[in-house]
């Protein structure tokens, strides 16, 4: 069966820096975008990096562009996200998810585009 599952959550202080990552396991097919969304409480799910299935082309959300990276290692079959500079408004679960395409190049931001989850790991940033 299809699973995803991130790792590298944790507790740091403003300033500082962590390392999502995401193992994916029973896909279809290895072409197939990756992106990263994060929930708040209270507020709804939003975009924060994706990357192409070929590693070639990236988006990011502009709260965290130069302070986000977003790489995939194919081989590995996992996705990374190396988060910098991380502030208290980054708190939040954040959830990766596979996006099947056609294309080498395509990136979409809607969470409705998305066609697998993970279950979510878990960043606090405190102040």
């Known amino acids: 069966q299809v699973q995803l599952v991130e790792s590298g959550g944790g507790l740091v202080q403003a300033g500082g820096s962590l390392r999502l990552s995401c193992v994916a396991s029973?896909?279809?097919?290895?072409?197939?975008?990756m992106g990263w969304f994060r929930q708040a409480p209270g507020k709804e799910r939003e975009f924060v990096a994706a990357?192409?299935?070929?590693?070639?082309?990236?988006a990011y959300a502009d709260s965290v562009k130069g302070r986000f990276t977003i790489s995939r290692d194919n081989a590995k079959n996992t996705v990374y996200l190396q988060m910098n500079s991380l502030k208290p408004e980054d708190t939040a679960v954040y959830y990766c998810?596979?996006?099947?395409?056609?294309?080498?190049?395509?990136?979409?931001?809607?969470?409705?585009?998305?066609?697998?989850w993970g279950q979510g790991t878990q960043v606090t940033v405190s102040s």
């Open positions: 990357i192409t299935w070929s590693g070639g082309g990236t």
């Open positions: 029973g896909l279809p097919s290895s072409r197939y975008a």
């Open positions: 998810a596979a996006d099947f395409t056609s294309s080498p190049t395509v990136v979409r931001t809607s969470r409705r585009e998305y066609d697998y």
